[in-house]
């Protein structure tokens, strides 16, 4: 049977690994919505070659300049239309692969209509982790699948295991680009040079955040928020093979790990098959065991790389904080890309924010959406 999907964040990296799984597994999935911002030529493209119903930019100019270049079509544009689809459609999966925390209000009404998400957009749980469990709770059909390579591999290391067994959870971490580098050498990083990673191929965002370690950061309220675990339980790694992509330790003792080459290919495919089956991946690159000259795993340096104990820290605050450091560092990485600050002043900048922000415990929707606000405003006007 064909499982109709929608993919938010179409024309981003894991938008773009969606539709190439599509166009290698035809039959399977049927593409009804499709969304994104501004990418007006690849949205035009992607319409042209997969016709789905619902086609969305966020940005009202970039609709209209789409629906000049596809006439026949209708072209939605905001936030209400796309919340509209999300909650009327007969769709069972939505892909939020998004970037930012512009992902929260369409997560929790794709949750609120009892679809499954199969969620790559973790800013979304670290932004507002208790909302979405809160969803997830009234609404017993709705469900998260992580795409997150992480977390993808963690879900699969503890499909049929009892939860209260677990005594760790181990995350691994690239280490990202400047791994090695002394913090005088990580004064005069640039964006292009931030831009690039050893051994993943994503969008901007998350490479930088990969090369501060604020994407393990998040990761790790991610990790809490998905699958119940205390803080002190969630560990980080650094691995910069990437090969294994997380891992579960037992109160027995005993580690389960998962691995294979890095390809968000899988972990896609895996939340879009709701993590019960598997497609056939042709062009998944085979892991031969022989040919690995070695694993390598070595402590995160919380000095070079503060970020990362910042949303430890803020993870176990709770409340509105998590929002506030994530948002500040939305804004923080989007000036060091606009070459407006310098790399080690994203922390710097998130740190001071966060210090700032007197906690509000148990926030609603529109108390993260202020925070969230307030914590850009910060971030934008900070030297
Ligand atoms: N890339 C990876 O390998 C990877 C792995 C794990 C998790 N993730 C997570 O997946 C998410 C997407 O990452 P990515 O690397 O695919 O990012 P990306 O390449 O930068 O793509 C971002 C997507 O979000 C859309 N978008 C941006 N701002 C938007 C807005 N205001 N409203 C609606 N749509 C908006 C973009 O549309 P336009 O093209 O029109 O701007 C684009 O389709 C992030 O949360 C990231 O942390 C990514």
Redesign the pocket.
């Known amino acids: 049977m064909q499982t109709n999907l929608t993919i938010?964040?179409?024309?981003?990296?894991?938008?773009s690994t969606c539709l190439d799984l599509l166009r290698q597994n035809p039959g399977e999935f049927v593409l009804k919505g499709i969304?994104?911002?501004?990418?007006v030529q690849?949205m035009a493209a992607i319409v042209l070659e997969f016709r789905p119903e619902f086609i969305h930019?966020?940005d009202e100019n970039s609709a209209l300049e789409l629906k000049s270049m596809l006439p026949e079509h209708k072209i939605e544009c905001g936030m209400l239309s796309l919340l509209d689809w999300l909650g009327r459609s007969e769709m069972e999966i939505v892909l939020a692969?998004?970037?930012?925390n512009?992902?929260l209000r369409p997560v929790l009404q794709a949750l609120n209509s009892g679809k499954t998400v199969a969620l790559?957009?973790?800013?979304t749980l670290v932004s507002a982790g208790h909302l979405v469990k809160e969803a997830l709770s009234q609404n017993p059909v709705a469900r998260i699948i992580p795409?997150?390579?992480e977390h993808s591999a963690i879900h699969q290391c503890l499909r049929g295991e009892n939860y209260n067994e677990i005594e760790n959870v181990i995350l691994t971490a690239s280490g990202g680009s400047f791994r090695t580098y002394s913090l005088e050498m990580m004064q005069t990083i640039s964006p292009a040079d931030a831009c690039k990673h050893p051994n993943?191929d994503?969008?901007?965002?998350?490479t930088v955040?990969s090369s501060t370690l604020m994407?393990k950061g998040l990761e790790v309220i991610e990790a809490h928020w998905l699958f119940d675990i205390d803080y002190d339980q969630i560990q980080v790694v650094v691995h910069p093979q990437s090969i294994i992509h997380s891992l579960v330790s037992f109160v027995d003792g005993t580690v389960m790990a998962q691995m294979g080459n890095p390809d968000?290919m899988a972990p896609i495919s895996y939340a879009l098959n709701r993590g019960t089956s598997r497609s056939m991946l042709k062009s998944m690159k085979r892991l031969e065991l022989t040919k690995l000259a070695r694993l390598d795993f070595e402590e995160p340096d919380l000095l070079r790389f503060p970020n990362l104990k910042l949303a430890y820290d803020a993870g176990k605050i709770g409340g509105s904080t998590p929002c506030v450091l994530n948002a500040s560092n939305e804004e923080a990485v989007a000036r060091f890309l606009a070459g407006q600050i310098g790399f080690l002043d994203i922390s710097r900048i998130n740190q001071r924010i966060v210090e700032k922000h007197a906690s509000v415990s148990n926030p609603g929707l529109d108390d993260i959406l202020f925070w969230d606000e307030w914590a850009r405003n910060q971030a934008r006007q900070a030297s």
């Open positions: 938010l964040g179409v024309t981003g990296s894991i938008g969304s994104a911002n501004t990418s690849k930019l966020m692969a998004m970037v930012g512009v992902g790559a957009n973790k800013e795409v997150d390579s993943w994503m969008g901007a965002k998350i955040d994407n968000m």
